[in-house]
């Protein structure tokens, strides 16, 4: 990273693609019948959107650079926190979905902890430590709905 203009950005890019992933596996599974499931991608994109909100507002004053998709450079083929397109699947379950946005939320949160130990920018490495917390808390609680939908209870996305 080379400016804080440049890292948010990457954040904004980072929400805006989990959002969209998101919506299309909702529309993929209500269009298919499974309300369940279509249910949860539909609310993560919404926690996603709200994300994005808060990724451009943080960009306040600044002039944040337009970057087109192919100027993005991502430790895989897709933007850290999209989800898996296999997800799209009109059989997958609720736990399976779950584990897909693990996954997801997981592969965000290690992109930020690495710009935040590999910057030396301390206005760059304030706001990754900002993102590694808010990331850290998506995956927890993820963790927490995993661990309720295994014991048979309601979730906060039922």
């Known amino acids: 990273?080379?400016?804080?203009?440049?890292?948010?950005?990457?954040?904004?890019n980072v929400e805006t693609e989990a959002a969209?992933?998101?919506?299309?596996?909702?529309?993929?599974?209500?269009?298919?019948?499974?309300?369940?499931?279509?249910?949860?991608?539909?609310?993560?994109?919404?926690?996603?959107?709200?994300?994005?909100?808060?990724?451009?507002?943080?960009?306040?004053?600044?002039?944040?650079?337009?970057?087109?998709?192919?100027?993005?450079?991502?430790?895989?083929?897709e933007s850290p926190e999209t989800a898996a397109i296999w997800a799209a699947d009109p059989f997958i379950g609720r736990e399976q979905a779950l584990e897909i946005a693990l996954d997801a939320e997981t592969a965000g949160y290690e992109y930020y902890k690495n710009?935040?130990?590999?910057t030396s920018d301390p206005e760059i490495k304030a706001l990754a430590k900002e993102f590694v917390e808010e990331e850290s808390g998506h995956v927890a609680e993820l963790r927490k709905w995993i661990a309720a939908h295994k014991a048979g209870q309601i979730t906060p996305a039922d």
């Open 1 to 12: 990273m080379q400016s804080v203009e440049e890292f948010l950005a990457y954040a904004i």
């Open 20 to 77: 969209s992933r998101f919506g299309q596996l909702a529309d993929a599974m209500e269009a298919c019948g499974n309300r369940e499931v279509g249910k949860l991608f539909r609310r993560l994109s919404d926690y996603s959107r709200l994300h994005l909100a808060d990724a451009r507002a943080r960009s306040g004053f600044r002039e944040i650079p337009k970057m087109k998709s192919e100027d993005f450079v991502w430790p895989g083929l």
């Open 115 to 118: 710009v935040l130990e590999t």
